[in-house]
């Protein structure tokens, strides 16, 4: 079993920054797949970025370049830092973990965080 906390979210203005950070429970934190996906209300949750666990990393075309994921396995913690955020990018934002690597597959995923909410202003 694998809990997920995701911190970070907040109000920003177009053109900031943003680092969300999920803190998971467990000590096999580094053999799972970690995943961020987001929702808008009134949309599908839609993927975001993922890390394996050879840290290999993946990330939609939509935050490609603005957005980077990555892992600190000794603190059980992943990381999206999000960079130029733009009012697109309000949603809801959740952490997952799952067995596969580097998945944009919601179903890929077995845990999932509460969600922590990131507003761009215009």
């Known amino acids: 079993q694998v809990q997920l906390v995701e911190s970070g979210g907040g109000l920003v203005q177009a053109g900031g920054s943003l680092r969300l950070s999920c803190a998971a429970s467990g000590r096999t934190f580094s053999s799972y797949g970690m995943g961020w996906f987001r929702q808008a209300p009134g949309k599908e949750r839609e993927f975001v970025a993922a890390?394996?666990?050879?840290?290999?990393?993946y990330h939609a075309d939509s935050v490609k370049g603005r957005f980077t994921i990555s892992r600190d396995n000794a603190k059980n913690t992943v990381y999206l830092q999000m960079n130029s955020l733009k009012p697109e990018d309000t949603a809801a934002y959740y952490c997952?973990?799952?067995?596969?690597?580097?998945?944009?597959?919601?179903?890929?995923?077995?845990?999932w965080g509460q969600g922590t909410q990131v507003t761009v202003s215009s």
């Open positions: 890390i394996g666990w050879s840290e290999n990393t």
């Open positions: 997952a973990a799952g067995r596969i690597s580097g998945s944009s597959w919601t179903r890929a995923y077995n845990y």
